[in-house]
């Protein structure tokens, strides 16, 4: 039985990965940490969750909770993250990372610790969103030199802090991978005013916050006469939460190191 600690338990994933770990026969539902001095620490996380009360009440720091669990579950923001991140390093744990919108330099921080802690880092942990990672490379390879133009289209709530979403980002990068190309070059996230004629090679963003949307994104491809579009809709969170509560249980065999969904699913 994997003990699970969920940090940002308050949270709209948070609350969705006690469901999550509650129907999972091999996971066993081993505390929840809210943000130090919340209203919400000492309440019953099942509460918290809409579940009733289990019996777990919301911790405000992960030290209070250290020997109960073995795998840490965080969906919060990133410098949250890599502090987090650090505590497993330093106490044995392991960790399944869903948060997004980490800059370079965070990205960086979060590498250097694969020699030190088993992790999956995942921007996406639906099981459909990583399957459409797989025929996003095919698409790519086919038709990305054939002229088609290359557009990746994400949509979410109102709430969503961090744009272009990470999953956006890693189906870019997919992209651009399979066709030897550099995000970093060739990804346009904004087009304003007399911006020119599109550039053949472009990766091109565009966002979409409205309203309940969970998370929708559409890669197409578009040529003179044709396109493809490849989509992903999210209607659950539930999704996302139980794919990582696969990932905790993966992660709780491995040794040190930084892997991703596809690991987890064996793509
Ligand atoms: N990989 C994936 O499959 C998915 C990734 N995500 C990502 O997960 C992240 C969270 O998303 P979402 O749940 O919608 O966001 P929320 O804002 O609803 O949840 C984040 C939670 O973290 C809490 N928090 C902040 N700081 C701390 C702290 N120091 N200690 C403990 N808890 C803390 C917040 O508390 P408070 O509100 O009090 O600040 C909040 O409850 C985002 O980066 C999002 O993009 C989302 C869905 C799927
Ligand atoms: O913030 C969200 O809600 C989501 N974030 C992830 C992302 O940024 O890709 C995954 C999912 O689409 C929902």
Redesign the pocket.
């Known amino acids: 039985m994997t003990r699970i600690a969920i940090?940002?338990v308050?949270?709209?994933?948070?609350r969705t990965l006690v469901n999550a770990v509650q129907q999972d026969d091999g996971a066993t539902l081993a505390g929840g940490?809210?943000?130090?001095g919340?209203s919400l620490a000492g309440a019953d996380v099942g509460e918290l969750a809409g579940l009733g009360r289990l019996g777990v009440a919301a911790a405000d720091s992960l030290e209070a909770i250290v020997d109960e669990f073995d795998v840490l579950i965080d969906?919060?923001?990133p410098r949250?993250t890599l502090a987090n991140l650090a505590f497993c390093a330093d106490h044995g744990k392991r960790i399944v990372i869903?948060?997004?919108?980490l800059d370079s330099d965070q990205l960086a921080e979060l590498d250097g610790y694969a020699d030190k802690v088993p992790m999956v880092f995942?921007?996406?942990?639906?099981v459909g969103v990583n399957l459409t990672l797989s025929l996003l490379e095919t698409a790519a390879r086919a038709l990305g030199d054939e002229g088609y133009d290359i557009e990746v289209i994400e949509a979410h709530h109102r709430?969503?802090v961090?744009s272009p979403?990470?999953t956006a980002l890693k189906m870019g990068e997919v992209v651009a991978e399979a066709l030897g190309r550099n995000l970093d070059e060739h990804g346009v996230f904004e087009r304003v005013g007399q911006c020119g004629p599109r550039d053949p090679k472009e990766i091109g963003f565009a966002t979409v916050r409205a309203g309940d949307i969970v998370?929708e994104h559409t890669v197409m491809f578009a040529t003179e006469g044709e396109r493809i579009e490849i989509t992903h809709k999210a209607s659950s969170?539930m999704t996302?939460a139980k794919?990582?509560v696969r990932a905790a249980r993966w992660v709780a065999e491995r040794s040190n190191g930084r892997y991703g969904m596809a690991d987890v699913l064996g793509l």
Not at 10 to 14: H, L, T
Not at 98 to 101: A, I, K, P
Not at 122 to 126: E, G, I, K, L, V
């Open positions: 940090v940002g308050a949270g709209r994933m948070g940490v809210v943000e130090p919340s969906f919060t923001a949250v869903g948060t997004t919108g995942a921007p996406n942990m639906s709430h969503k961090d979403s990470g998370g969170r996302f794919g990582a």
